[in-house]
């Protein structure tokens, strides 16, 4: 039996990456849910001070983003995403070790994120140290109307 290992590699991205995280968000966030931020929301944010882009690859293809900011002591993973034909690789678990550990560098005592109740991504962020601490009522608002609720979830950085 032969294992193939699958090599990650991360690189910080910038205004230039946005056409490549929109068709990621396209590819990787069900419009049903209302998640994928617009261009212009991205470039809004990416202009602020202590905002970070973080692109993941495999064999040169991008398959992955992860875009966090960091404010006083605290950071907040904003989103992340994966390619579906690249998940259950590493790539998300990948990409959120690296915000957890930029945010320590950059002295972040604390890291915050939220996400839509039934996302299989709260098995990722709870195996990496994440707590529920709060609920939003119906903050996602999807395609037709529907509402679904957001979790939010903290990991101390010691």
């Known amino acids: 039996m032969s294992s193939v290992l699958t090599m990650i590699e991360l690189r910080s991205g910038g205004t230039a990456d946005l056409a490549m995280v929109e068709s990621l968000m396209t590819e990787a966030f069900d419009p049903r849910f209302g998640e994928a931020w617009t261009r212009g929301q991205c470039l809004g944010i990416m202009a602020l001070p202590g905002v970070w882009l973080t692109i993941a690859s495999i064999d040169g293809k991008p398959v992955g983003f992860a875009l966090s900011r960091q404010i006083l002591d605290e950071a907040e993973l904003l989103l992340l995403a994966t390619a579906p034909a690249s998940r259950r690789k590493g790539v998300a678990a990948a990409l959120l070790r690296s915000v957890i550990t930029e945010a320590r560098e950059k002295n972040a005592l604390k890291l915050h994120l939220e996400v839509r109740e039934g996302n299989d991504a709260i098995k990722l962020y709870r195996a990496s140290g994440f707590t ?27």
């Open 132 to 158: 529920k601490v709060g609920e939003r009522r119906a903050y996602y608002r999807g395609n037709a109307g529907q509402t679904f609720d957001a979790f939010t979830f903290r990991r101390e950085l010691p």
